[in-house]
């Protein structure tokens, strides 16, 4: 088989991997570059990767796979060589930075990673490729081979595929959680020893320097929201991953039980990465969060407005007085501006015209929120005019409208 017809299947095969971050699902690829992958860098610097698998073929019968043995799609498989010469063609003419490589399960786990492996230390070893390399940990690849595998690779990561374990072991069967987070955990160790190998020892080959990512499906089974929450955050809690990265259920002609027959709402992976940010960087739990009846979030509202709506005795938040905690839960007020105000009000008391200047959504956080004209006993001053104009009406609009469920005056 032709390179160019190999490509054509395995990059194909490749885009239901979401953890390298691509954008693939709303870009069509161009006919003359098959495989190339948009995807947002560390710092949010948009950067293209070649995306491929090393071969579809696959031992294993996951049900939610197209890849799966028990199914009959056209099959190809690339050797390392071709995959080294591939990147480097590529990113020789400009149209990536990167390699994004992983693959069905040929032959044993073992096998696979060492196949990737070459393809990877071909291109560092043999043509002196300094691009990004991203791989993925053949779930069940001997810790051996995921350390060797971390010399040559940016990043690795272990799909976690599902979130609860039962449905892993309906849905996968070769699989098991224990076994992917028994990888994830070898990946960890290596990066700690060598970090702390480098600041004892000096300079030495980094390991994995982006560390690790996982993927998680959503909408495959009957998991819920917060099932979904709980899991990322024991994850991220115990092997540190830079992303976790939730992937909507791509229904495909084959029915297994437990398994969904229909794509869950796009909203739905928006709502969950929205949650995610909450409880990495807003001190929320999931437990906070997903908090609809049947443990979903709310796909009407985004998750720390829903949080705000339900805790309405918590507000209005004080922007002169909060703790930083509590200015995070003011919807609309992100880290950043947090962390501004903190510093503003050390030189005089916050106002709202101080707010419009750091460029706080001001219509979505004066409902939650006071500024030091709401103490102003004249409050003829200016700003003080300016919050009494907006706030009647934004607060109107936003509890009226959007909780026409909920009961009571804020
Ligand atoms: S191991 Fe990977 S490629 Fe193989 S069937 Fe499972 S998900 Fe698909």
Redesign the pocket.
Known sequence: MEVREKLAILADAAKYDASCASAGRDQAPSPDTPGIAKTRGSEGRAVSLLKILLT?Y?I???AY?V???SNDPPRALFTPLEIADLTMDYFRRGYIQGLFLSS??LQSPDYTMEQMIEAARLLREEKQFGGYIHLKAV?GASPELLSLAGRYADRLSANIELPRAEDLVQL?PAKTHQAIEDSMATIHRQVLETRASRRRDGPRPAFAPSGQTTQMLVGATAATDRDILAKAAALYGLYDLRRVYYTGFSPIDHAAPGMATVRPPVLREHRLYQADWLFRFYDFTPDELATEDDGSLSLEQDPKLAWALRHRDFYPVDVNAASREALLRVPGLGLKNADRILRLRRFHKVTMEDLRRLRVSVRKALPFLIAAEEWDPAGDSESAKLAARLRRPLQLELFDAAQAALTGEF
């Open positions: 579809n696959c294993y019968d996951c796979c890849s799966r043995v069905g399960v779930p996968a």
